[in-house]
Protein backbone atom coordinates (compact mmCIF):
# COMPACT_ATOMS: atom_id res chain seq x y z
CA UNK A 1 0.00 0.00 0.00
CA UNK A 2 3.10 2.32 -0.29
CA UNK A 3 1.28 4.29 -2.62
CA UNK A 4 -1.11 5.48 0.13
CA UNK A 5 1.30 7.03 2.14
CA UNK A 6 5.04 8.08 2.03
CA UNK A 7 6.17 9.48 5.03
CA UNK A 8 6.54 6.83 7.45
CA UNK A 9 6.15 2.90 7.76
CA UNK A 10 5.94 0.79 10.81
CA UNK A 11 5.01 -3.30 11.70
CA UNK A 12 3.45 -4.32 14.67
CA UNK A 13 3.38 -8.05 15.66
CA UNK A 14 2.33 -10.50 18.63
CA UNK A 15 3.43 -13.99 18.88
CA UNK A 16 0.29 -14.08 21.61
CA UNK A 17 2.31 -13.31 24.53
CA UNK A 18 3.78 -9.56 23.55
CA UNK A 19 3.24 -7.34 20.68
CA UNK A 20 6.74 -5.54 18.95
CA UNK A 21 6.22 -2.21 17.01
CA UNK A 22 8.96 -1.17 14.79
CA UNK A 23 8.45 2.02 12.47
CA UNK A 24 10.68 5.04 11.51
CA UNK A 25 10.49 7.88 9.03
CA UNK A 26 10.39 6.82 5.04
CA UNK A 27 9.18 4.14 2.81
CA UNK A 28 8.59 0.88 3.52
CA UNK A 29 12.17 -0.48 1.82
CA UNK A 30 14.06 2.47 3.78
CA UNK A 31 12.78 1.63 6.44
CA UNK A 32 12.53 -2.51 6.65
CA UNK A 33 15.72 -4.74 5.83
CA UNK A 34 15.70 -8.82 6.38
CA UNK A 35 17.55 -7.95 9.59
CA UNK A 36 14.75 -6.12 10.84
CA UNK A 37 12.13 -8.35 9.74
CA UNK A 38 13.17 -11.39 11.34
CA UNK A 39 13.08 -9.83 14.52
CA UNK A 40 8.94 -9.29 14.03
CA UNK A 41 8.06 -12.63 14.70
CA UNK A 42 4.30 -13.93 15.79
CA UNK A 43 1.01 -15.11 13.79
CA UNK A 44 -0.60 -11.55 14.28
CA UNK A 45 0.42 -8.43 12.65
CA UNK A 46 -0.83 -4.61 11.46
CA UNK A 47 1.51 -2.23 8.80
CA UNK A 48 1.04 1.29 7.96
CA UNK A 49 2.37 3.43 5.76
CA UNK A 50 1.66 7.10 6.56
CA UNK A 51 0.21 10.03 4.98
CA UNK A 52 -0.36 12.84 7.73
CA UNK A 53 -3.53 14.22 7.09
CA UNK A 54 -3.70 15.39 11.14
CA UNK A 55 -0.21 15.74 12.99
CA UNK A 56 2.81 16.68 11.52
CA UNK A 57 5.11 14.72 10.06
CA UNK A 58 7.55 13.24 12.19
CA UNK A 59 8.75 10.23 13.65
CA UNK A 60 6.47 10.29 16.92
CA UNK A 61 3.30 10.23 14.62
CA UNK A 62 4.75 7.32 13.25
CA UNK A 63 2.15 3.82 12.66
CA UNK A 64 1.09 1.77 14.15
CA UNK A 65 0.60 3.57 17.85
CA UNK A 66 0.82 1.16 20.80
CA UNK A 67 -1.07 1.86 23.81
CA UNK A 68 -1.88 0.20 27.10
CA UNK A 69 -5.51 -0.97 27.79
CA UNK A 70 -7.07 -2.75 30.76
CA UNK A 71 -6.34 -6.20 29.48
CA UNK A 72 -3.27 -6.05 27.64
CA UNK A 73 -1.93 -3.91 24.90
CA UNK A 74 -3.16 -2.44 21.66
CA UNK A 75 -1.50 -1.70 18.45
CA UNK A 76 -3.61 0.39 15.80
CA UNK A 77 -3.42 1.67 12.28
CA UNK A 78 -5.68 4.28 10.88
CA UNK A 79 -6.27 5.49 7.23
CA UNK A 80 -8.82 8.52 7.09
CA UNK A 81 -8.65 11.61 9.01
CA UNK A 82 -11.34 12.65 12.07
CA UNK A 83 -13.39 15.58 12.13
CA UNK A 84 -14.40 15.58 15.49
CA UNK A 85 -10.69 15.34 17.08
CA UNK A 86 -11.12 18.22 19.43
CA UNK A 87 -14.29 16.27 20.72
CA UNK A 88 -12.64 12.97 21.56
CA UNK A 89 -9.28 15.20 22.60
CA UNK A 90 -11.49 17.10 25.44
CA UNK A 91 -13.41 13.20 26.78
CA UNK A 92 -9.15 12.46 27.35
CA UNK A 93 -8.26 15.28 29.37
CA UNK A 94 -11.61 14.86 30.83
CA UNK A 95 -10.88 11.21 31.59
CA UNK A 96 -7.52 11.63 32.63
CA UNK A 97 -8.00 15.20 34.61
CA UNK A 98 -5.59 16.83 32.21
CA UNK A 99 -3.06 14.57 32.00
CA UNK A 100 -1.83 12.92 28.79
CA UNK A 101 -1.53 9.03 27.78
CA UNK A 102 0.00 6.37 25.59
CA UNK A 103 1.90 7.85 23.13
CA UNK A 104 0.55 11.61 23.68
CA UNK A 105 2.96 11.54 26.12
CA UNK A 106 5.49 11.67 23.70
CA UNK A 107 4.26 14.09 21.38
CA UNK A 108 2.29 12.41 19.53
CA UNK A 109 -0.20 14.61 17.42
CA UNK A 110 -2.13 12.74 15.31
CA UNK A 111 -5.83 11.50 15.76
CA UNK A 112 -4.92 7.90 15.49
CA UNK A 113 -3.18 8.25 19.11
CA UNK A 114 -6.32 9.84 20.41
CA UNK A 115 -8.36 6.89 19.62
CA UNK A 116 -5.66 4.47 20.76
CA UNK A 117 -5.72 6.47 24.14
CA UNK A 118 -9.16 6.19 24.05
CA UNK A 119 -8.96 2.12 23.55
CA UNK A 120 -7.46 1.67 27.32
CA UNK A 121 -10.99 1.71 27.90
CA UNK A 122 -12.52 0.79 31.81
CA UNK A 123 -11.14 -2.10 34.14
CA UNK A 124 -13.18 -5.03 33.71
CA UNK A 125 -13.87 -4.37 30.02
CA UNK A 126 -12.36 -6.57 26.70
CA UNK A 127 -10.93 -4.67 24.14
CA UNK A 128 -13.40 -5.42 21.96
CA UNK A 129 -16.49 -4.44 24.46
CA UNK A 130 -14.21 -0.66 24.65
CA UNK A 131 -14.86 -0.40 20.75
CA UNK A 132 -18.17 -1.27 20.55
CA UNK A 133 -18.86 1.72 22.61
CA UNK A 134 -16.14 3.61 21.55
CA UNK A 135 -16.76 3.92 17.71
CA UNK A 136 -20.02 5.19 17.07
CA UNK A 137 -18.53 8.15 19.05
CA UNK A 138 -15.73 8.59 15.83
CA UNK A 139 -16.89 10.96 13.40
CA UNK A 140 -15.40 11.24 10.28
CA UNK A 141 -13.40 8.71 7.78
CA UNK A 142 -11.92 6.10 9.36
CA UNK A 143 -10.86 2.94 8.77
CA UNK A 144 -8.90 0.91 11.68
CA UNK A 145 -6.59 -2.29 11.78
CA UNK A 146 -5.75 -3.08 15.55
CA UNK A 147 -5.07 -6.10 17.89
CA UNK A 148 -4.13 -6.88 21.48
CA UNK A 149 -2.44 -9.69 22.01
CA UNK A 150 -4.24 -12.59 20.70
CA UNK A 151 -7.05 -10.89 18.06
CA UNK A 152 -6.98 -9.26 15.00
CA UNK A 153 -9.91 -6.06 14.92
CA UNK A 154 -10.84 -3.97 11.54
CA UNK A 155 -13.59 -1.12 11.60
CA UNK A 156 -15.18 0.84 8.71
CA UNK A 157 -16.92 4.19 9.31
CA UNK A 158 -20.25 4.43 8.51
CA UNK A 159 -20.20 6.17 5.03
CA UNK A 160 -17.47 3.72 4.02
CA UNK A 161 -15.59 7.06 2.49
CA UNK A 162 -12.24 5.08 2.74
CA UNK A 163 -12.19 1.28 1.36
CA UNK A 164 -10.95 -1.49 3.43
CA UNK A 165 -11.35 -5.15 2.25
CA UNK A 166 -11.28 -8.79 3.68
CA UNK A 167 -9.07 -11.63 2.20
CA UNK A 168 -8.31 -15.41 3.61
CA UNK A 169 -4.66 -16.79 3.45
CA UNK A 170 -4.71 -20.78 3.56
CA UNK A 171 -4.07 -20.73 6.81
CA UNK A 172 -4.71 -17.34 7.76
CA UNK A 173 -7.11 -13.69 7.15
CA UNK A 174 -5.88 -10.50 5.75
CA UNK A 175 -7.68 -6.75 5.82
CA UNK A 176 -6.33 -3.89 3.74
CA UNK A 177 -6.94 -1.14 2.13
CA UNK A 178 -7.11 -2.58 -1.56
CA UNK A 179 -7.56 -5.89 -2.81
CA UNK A 180 -4.05 -5.17 -4.79
CA UNK A 181 -2.83 -5.89 -1.65
CA UNK A 182 -4.58 -9.16 -1.15
CA UNK A 183 -3.25 -10.29 -4.67
CA UNK A 184 0.99 -9.49 -3.69
CA UNK A 185 0.55 -11.70 -0.69
CA UNK A 186 -1.39 -14.52 -2.19
CA UNK A 187 -4.55 -14.08 -0.32
CA UNK A 188 -7.88 -14.29 -2.20
CA UNK A 189 -10.67 -11.35 -1.82
CA UNK A 190 -13.53 -12.32 0.57
CA UNK A 191 -15.53 -8.89 0.44
CA UNK A 192 -15.36 -5.86 1.38
CA UNK A 193 -16.28 -4.75 5.15
CA UNK A 194 -18.79 -2.76 5.16
CA UNK A 195 -19.62 0.92 6.54
CA UNK A 196 -20.15 0.82 10.10
CA UNK A 197 -18.93 -2.87 10.60
CA UNK A 198 -16.43 -3.95 13.14
CA UNK A 199 -15.00 -7.69 12.75
CA UNK A 200 -13.11 -9.63 15.14
CA UNK A 201 -10.36 -12.58 13.50
CA UNK A 202 -9.10 -14.99 16.09
CA UNK A 203 -8.08 -18.94 16.20
CA UNK A 204 -11.80 -19.82 15.84
CA UNK A 205 -12.56 -17.60 12.44
CA UNK A 206 -14.09 -13.98 11.88
CA UNK A 207 -16.95 -12.50 13.78
CA UNK A 208 -18.86 -9.30 12.65
CA UNK A 209 -20.74 -6.97 14.51
CA UNK A 210 -22.64 -3.70 13.22
CA UNK A 211 -21.84 -0.50 15.84
CA UNK A 212 -23.78 1.52 13.63
CA UNK A 213 -26.40 1.65 10.36
CA UNK A 214 -24.31 2.40 7.53
CA UNK A 215 -25.26 5.17 5.45
CA UNK A 216 -22.90 4.91 2.12
CA UNK A 217 -20.79 8.09 0.89
CA UNK A 218 -17.53 6.21 -0.73
CA UNK A 219 -15.07 8.64 -1.95
CA UNK A 220 -14.81 9.45 -5.50
CA UNK A 221 -11.50 10.56 -5.65
CA UNK A 222 -10.54 7.13 -4.90
CA UNK A 223 -11.65 6.00 -8.46
CA UNK A 224 -10.08 9.23 -10.13
CA UNK A 225 -6.73 8.90 -8.14
CA UNK A 226 -5.98 7.78 -4.97
CA UNK A 227 -6.75 4.06 -5.05
CA UNK A 228 -3.97 1.85 -7.53
CA UNK A 229 -5.72 1.17 -10.98
CA UNK A 230 -5.49 -2.90 -9.85
CA UNK A 231 -7.95 -2.06 -7.16
CA UNK A 232 -11.57 -2.35 -7.13
CA UNK A 233 -14.26 -0.80 -5.29
CA UNK A 234 -17.77 -1.36 -4.90
CA UNK A 235 -17.16 -4.07 -7.18
CA UNK A 236 -16.06 -1.20 -9.86
CA UNK A 237 -12.22 -1.70 -11.66
CA UNK A 238 -10.43 1.67 -10.56
CA UNK A 239 -8.75 0.96 -13.79
CA UNK A 240 -11.82 0.69 -15.94
CA UNK A 241 -13.47 4.06 -14.02
CA UNK A 242 -10.55 5.80 -15.31
CA UNK A 243 -10.47 4.70 -18.46
CA UNK A 244 -14.12 5.36 -19.15
CA UNK A 245 -13.55 9.14 -17.94
CA UNK A 246 -11.39 9.72 -20.80
CA UNK A 247 -13.90 8.45 -22.92
CA UNK A 248 -16.27 10.37 -21.27
CA UNK A 249 -13.82 13.39 -21.37
CA UNK A 250 -13.39 13.46 -25.39
CA UNK A 251 -17.34 13.04 -26.13
CA UNK A 252 -17.65 15.90 -23.76
CA UNK A 253 -14.38 17.85 -25.09
CA UNK A 254 -13.54 17.33 -28.96
CA UNK A 255 -10.30 18.11 -30.04
CA UNK A 256 -8.75 18.47 -33.48
CA UNK A 257 -5.25 17.38 -32.32
CA UNK A 258 -2.39 14.86 -33.90
CA UNK A 259 -1.12 12.55 -30.25
CA UNK A 260 -2.90 11.97 -27.02
CA UNK A 261 -0.56 11.78 -24.51
CA UNK A 262 -0.91 11.30 -20.87
CA UNK A 263 0.89 12.69 -17.67
CA UNK A 264 2.82 9.69 -16.26
CA UNK A 265 1.41 8.09 -14.29
CA UNK A 266 -1.42 8.84 -12.61
CA UNK A 267 -3.33 10.51 -16.66
CA UNK A 268 -2.32 7.31 -18.31
CA UNK A 269 -5.61 5.38 -18.03
CA UNK A 270 -7.71 8.52 -19.02
CA UNK A 271 -5.65 8.90 -21.22
CA UNK A 272 -5.97 5.61 -23.08
CA UNK A 273 -10.10 6.32 -23.04
CA UNK A 274 -9.48 9.64 -24.46
CA UNK A 275 -7.78 8.14 -27.62
CA UNK A 276 -9.85 5.36 -27.87
CA UNK A 277 -13.15 7.50 -27.89
CA UNK A 278 -11.45 10.79 -30.07
CA UNK A 279 -9.96 8.42 -32.60
CA UNK A 280 -6.58 10.26 -32.46
CA UNK A 281 -3.07 8.13 -31.85
CA UNK A 282 -2.40 7.31 -28.18
CA UNK A 283 1.76 8.12 -27.64
CA UNK A 284 4.03 8.12 -24.97
CA UNK A 285 5.04 12.29 -25.18
CA UNK A 286 7.23 11.90 -21.82
CA UNK A 287 10.02 9.39 -20.28
CA UNK A 288 9.94 8.81 -16.76
CA UNK A 289 13.05 8.73 -14.63
CA UNK A 290 11.38 5.59 -12.18
CA UNK A 291 14.85 6.07 -10.02
CA UNK A 292 14.26 9.08 -9.03
CA UNK A 293 11.86 8.32 -6.14
CA UNK A 294 8.83 10.70 -4.98
CA UNK A 295 11.07 11.15 -1.89
CA UNK A 296 14.18 12.30 -4.28
CA UNK A 297 13.79 16.36 -1.85
CA UNK A 298 15.08 19.14 -1.57
CA UNK A 299 18.66 17.71 -3.55
CA UNK A 300 21.70 20.09 -3.33
CA UNK A 301 21.05 23.94 -5.51
CA UNK A 302 23.06 22.47 -8.64
CA UNK A 303 20.80 19.25 -9.12
CA UNK A 304 17.88 21.49 -7.76
CA UNK A 305 17.83 23.43 -10.95
CA UNK A 306 17.03 20.56 -12.80
CA UNK A 307 13.44 20.94 -11.67
CA UNK A 308 11.20 18.28 -12.93
CA UNK A 309 13.59 16.97 -15.46
CA UNK A 310 14.92 14.82 -13.02
CA UNK A 311 12.27 12.96 -13.31
CA UNK A 312 10.32 13.17 -16.35
CA UNK A 313 11.66 14.42 -19.97
CA UNK A 314 9.51 14.95 -22.81
CA UNK A 315 10.19 13.16 -26.14
CA UNK A 316 10.99 15.74 -28.93
CA UNK A 317 10.71 12.98 -31.64
CA UNK A 318 7.05 12.50 -30.93
CA UNK A 319 5.99 15.98 -29.76
CA UNK A 320 7.83 18.41 -32.41
CA UNK A 321 5.23 19.95 -34.36
CA UNK A 322 2.32 17.97 -33.16
CA UNK A 323 -0.76 19.29 -32.08
CA UNK A 324 -1.00 17.76 -28.79
CA UNK A 325 -3.84 16.58 -26.31
CA UNK A 326 -2.16 16.01 -22.76
CA UNK A 327 -4.35 14.18 -19.60
CA UNK A 328 -3.94 13.98 -16.24
CA UNK A 329 -6.24 12.75 -13.29
CA UNK A 330 -6.96 16.45 -11.89
CA UNK A 331 -5.31 20.22 -11.04
CA UNK A 332 -5.06 21.26 -7.52
CA UNK A 333 -2.90 24.48 -7.59
CA UNK A 334 -1.52 24.66 -10.99
CA UNK A 335 2.40 24.10 -10.58
CA UNK A 336 2.59 21.04 -11.96
CA UNK A 337 0.25 21.63 -15.37
CA UNK A 338 2.58 24.59 -15.79
CA UNK A 339 5.69 22.85 -15.95
CA UNK A 340 4.18 20.22 -18.21
CA UNK A 341 2.52 22.31 -20.86
CA UNK A 342 6.48 24.36 -20.47
CA UNK A 343 7.88 21.10 -21.36
CA UNK A 344 5.97 20.17 -24.12
CA UNK A 345 6.52 23.76 -25.72
CA UNK A 346 10.44 23.54 -25.45
CA UNK A 347 9.58 20.00 -27.14
CA UNK A 348 8.39 22.10 -30.03
CA UNK A 349 4.75 20.92 -29.84
CA UNK A 350 2.65 22.96 -32.30
CA UNK A 351 -0.21 23.23 -29.83
CA UNK A 352 -0.82 21.98 -26.28
CA UNK A 353 -4.29 21.08 -24.75
CA UNK A 354 -4.87 20.31 -21.44
CA UNK A 355 -7.71 17.89 -20.50
CA UNK A 356 -8.87 16.59 -17.14
CA UNK A 357 -10.37 13.37 -15.85
CA UNK A 358 -12.19 14.65 -12.67
CA UNK A 359 -14.18 18.34 -12.34
CA UNK A 360 -12.04 20.69 -11.15
CA UNK A 361 -10.87 20.53 -7.39
CA UNK A 362 -12.30 23.74 -5.42
CA UNK A 363 -12.97 22.37 -1.80
CA UNK A 364 -10.48 21.15 1.12
CA UNK A 365 -11.28 17.11 1.78
CA UNK A 366 -11.54 16.88 5.59
CA UNK A 367 -11.46 12.98 5.30
CA UNK A 368 -7.82 11.89 4.55
CA UNK A 369 -7.00 13.48 1.55
CA UNK A 370 -4.36 16.45 2.51
CA UNK A 371 -5.38 19.15 -0.40
CA UNK A 372 -4.19 22.56 -0.25
CA UNK A 373 -6.28 25.08 1.60
CA UNK A 374 -9.16 26.36 -0.37
CA UNK A 375 -6.85 29.63 -0.93
CA UNK A 376 -4.26 27.47 -2.76
CA UNK A 377 -6.63 25.93 -4.77
CA UNK A 378 -6.27 27.12 -8.45
CA UNK A 379 -10.19 26.26 -9.63
CA UNK A 380 -11.40 28.30 -6.49
CA UNK A 381 -12.41 31.64 -8.11
CA UNK A 382 -11.21 31.43 -11.28
CA UNK A 383 -12.42 30.61 -14.83
CA UNK A 384 -11.63 27.09 -16.44
CA UNK A 385 -10.28 30.47 -19.26
CA UNK A 386 -8.20 31.94 -16.42
CA UNK A 387 -6.56 28.33 -15.00
CA UNK A 388 -5.93 27.51 -19.00
CA UNK A 389 -4.16 30.97 -19.17
CA UNK A 390 -2.10 31.07 -15.94
CA UNK A 391 -0.58 26.86 -16.89
CA UNK A 392 0.27 28.42 -20.06
CA UNK A 393 -2.07 25.82 -22.71
CA UNK A 394 -3.38 26.93 -25.94
CA UNK A 395 -6.84 24.95 -24.18
CA UNK A 396 -8.35 23.65 -20.91
CA UNK A 397 -11.12 21.25 -20.41
CA UNK A 398 -12.58 19.08 -17.72
CA UNK A 399 -14.80 16.07 -17.32
CA UNK A 400 -18.30 17.09 -15.98
CA UNK A 401 -19.00 15.84 -12.69
CA UNK A 402 -21.83 13.70 -13.91
CA UNK A 403 -19.44 12.19 -16.12
CA UNK A 404 -17.38 11.51 -13.77
CA UNK A 405 -19.75 9.78 -11.65
CA UNK A 406 -20.94 7.70 -14.60
CA UNK A 407 -18.04 6.19 -14.80
CA UNK A 408 -17.89 4.94 -11.45
CA UNK A 409 -20.80 2.54 -11.70
CA UNK A 410 -21.63 3.86 -8.78
CA UNK A 411 -25.01 5.85 -7.65
CA UNK A 412 -24.63 9.56 -6.86
CA UNK A 413 -25.94 9.36 -3.34
CA UNK A 414 -23.69 6.63 -2.61
CA UNK A 415 -20.45 8.91 -3.01
CA UNK A 416 -18.94 12.21 -1.66
CA UNK A 417 -17.97 14.64 -4.02
CA UNK A 418 -17.36 17.24 -1.05
CA UNK A 419 -13.68 18.46 -3.13
CA UNK A 420 -15.52 19.13 -5.93
CA UNK A 421 -19.16 20.37 -4.93
CA UNK A 422 -18.64 21.31 -1.56
CA UNK A 423 -21.13 19.08 -0.54
CA UNK A 424 -19.88 17.32 2.76
CA UNK A 425 -21.68 14.36 3.82
CA UNK A 426 -20.38 14.09 7.18
CA UNK A 427 -21.20 17.17 9.26
CA UNK A 428 -17.96 19.84 9.84
CA UNK A 429 -17.28 21.46 13.37
CA UNK A 430 -16.45 25.18 13.08
CA UNK A 431 -13.18 26.33 11.72
CA UNK A 432 -11.75 26.70 14.78
CA UNK A 433 -12.01 23.08 15.41
CA UNK A 434 -10.34 21.52 11.97
CA UNK A 435 -7.30 21.09 10.43
CA UNK A 436 -3.97 19.17 10.27
CA UNK A 437 -2.15 20.91 13.66
CA UNK A 438 -4.82 20.78 15.40
CA UNK A 439 -3.53 19.06 18.41
CA UNK A 440 -0.47 20.81 18.49
CA UNK A 441 -2.02 24.51 19.25
CA UNK A 442 -1.47 25.47 22.25
CA UNK A 443 -5.35 27.12 22.98
CA UNK A 444 -6.58 23.84 22.55
CA UNK A 445 -3.90 22.02 25.25
CA UNK A 446 -1.48 20.82 22.13
CA UNK A 447 1.37 18.75 22.24
CA UNK A 448 4.67 20.02 20.99
CA UNK A 449 7.18 16.82 20.74
CA UNK A 450 10.00 16.29 22.55
CA UNK A 451 13.16 16.86 20.82
CA UNK A 452 13.76 12.93 21.85
CA UNK A 453 10.52 12.21 20.19
CA UNK A 454 11.46 13.54 17.04
CA UNK A 455 14.38 11.27 15.75
CA UNK A 456 13.62 8.12 14.49
CA UNK A 457 14.92 6.24 16.62
CA UNK A 458 12.50 2.91 15.55
CA UNK A 459 11.15 1.76 19.13
CA UNK A 460 8.26 1.13 20.37
CA UNK A 461 8.03 2.89 23.38
CA UNK A 462 11.30 3.59 24.20
CA UNK A 463 13.13 6.63 22.61
CA UNK A 464 16.76 7.52 22.07
CA UNK A 465 18.03 11.35 22.10
CA UNK A 466 20.26 12.10 19.14
CA UNK A 467 22.66 15.26 19.84
CA UNK A 468 22.50 16.92 16.06
CA UNK A 469 18.91 18.28 16.57
CA UNK A 470 17.89 17.02 12.84
CA UNK A 471 14.45 17.11 12.50
CA UNK A 472 13.06 14.05 10.53
CA UNK A 473 10.33 16.23 8.95
CA UNK A 474 13.03 17.30 6.47
CA UNK A 475 14.40 13.59 5.84
CA UNK A 476 13.37 11.94 2.83
CA UNK A 477 9.75 10.62 2.91
CA UNK A 478 8.23 13.49 4.97
CA UNK A 479 6.83 15.73 2.62
CA UNK A 480 3.53 16.20 4.06
CA UNK A 481 1.71 15.98 0.77
CA UNK A 482 2.44 12.47 -0.48
CA UNK A 483 0.07 10.67 -1.88
CA UNK A 484 -2.20 13.69 -3.09
CA UNK A 485 -2.59 14.96 -6.56
CA UNK A 486 0.95 16.46 -8.33
CA UNK A 487 2.66 15.14 -5.50
CA UNK A 488 5.07 13.12 -7.23
CA UNK A 489 6.63 16.22 -8.93
CA UNK A 490 5.47 19.18 -6.40
CA UNK A 491 8.57 19.17 -4.72
CA UNK A 492 10.80 19.35 -7.89
CA UNK A 493 9.34 22.11 -9.41
CA UNK A 494 11.11 25.75 -9.91
CA UNK A 495 9.70 29.17 -9.65
CA UNK A 496 9.66 29.41 -12.92
CA UNK A 497 6.72 26.51 -12.84
CA UNK A 498 5.29 28.58 -10.36
CA UNK A 499 1.47 29.47 -11.23
CA UNK A 500 1.32 33.54 -11.84
CA UNK A 501 -1.55 35.27 -9.39
CA UNK A 502 -4.58 35.39 -11.20
CA UNK A 503 -6.52 38.87 -11.71
CA UNK A 504 -10.23 38.54 -12.19
CA UNK A 505 -12.21 40.83 -13.39
CA UNK A 506 -13.58 42.25 -10.61
CA UNK A 507 -17.48 43.25 -10.58
CA UNK A 508 -17.83 43.56 -6.74
CA UNK A 509 -15.21 44.84 -4.17
CA UNK A 510 -13.07 41.73 -3.06
CA UNK A 511 -14.65 39.94 -5.84
CA UNK A 512 -10.71 39.47 -7.06
CA UNK A 513 -10.19 37.70 -3.54
CA UNK A 514 -9.89 33.93 -2.87
CA UNK A 515 -12.31 32.60 0.17
CA UNK A 516 -10.34 30.68 2.58
CA UNK A 517 -11.53 28.00 4.94
Known sequence: MQHRGQESAGIATSDGKRINVYKDMGLVSQVFDETT??????????????????????????????????????????????????????????????????????????????????????????????????????????????????????????????????????????????????????????????????IAIDEEGVRSKRFAEPTPAGCVFEYVYLARPDAAISGRSVYESRVEMGRQLARENTQAADIVIPVPESGTPAAVGYAEESGIPFAHGFVKNSYVGRTFIQPSQTLRQLGIRLKLNALESVIRGKRVVVVDDSIVRGNTQRAIVRMLREAGAASVHVKISSPPVQWPCFYGIDFASRAE?????????????????????????????????????????????????????????????????????????????????????????????????????????????????????????????????????????????
Open 37 to 198: LNTLTGHLAVGHCRYSTTGASHWANAQPTLGATSTGTVALAHNGNLTNTAELNAMIQERNGGQLSGEMKQGNTSDTALVTALLEGEEGKSLEQTAMELLPKIKGGFCFVFMDEGTLYAARDTYGIRPLVLGRLERGWVVASEQSALATVGASFIREIEPGEF
Open 377 to 517: LIANGATIEEISQAIGADSLAYISEDGMIDATRQPRERLCTACFTGKYPIELPGSDKLGKNLLERTDLGGLTPSPAALPGATAALAVSAVDDGEDPAGKAGATGCDPGPDAEFENLLTEADLVPEIHHAATTPGADKKESV
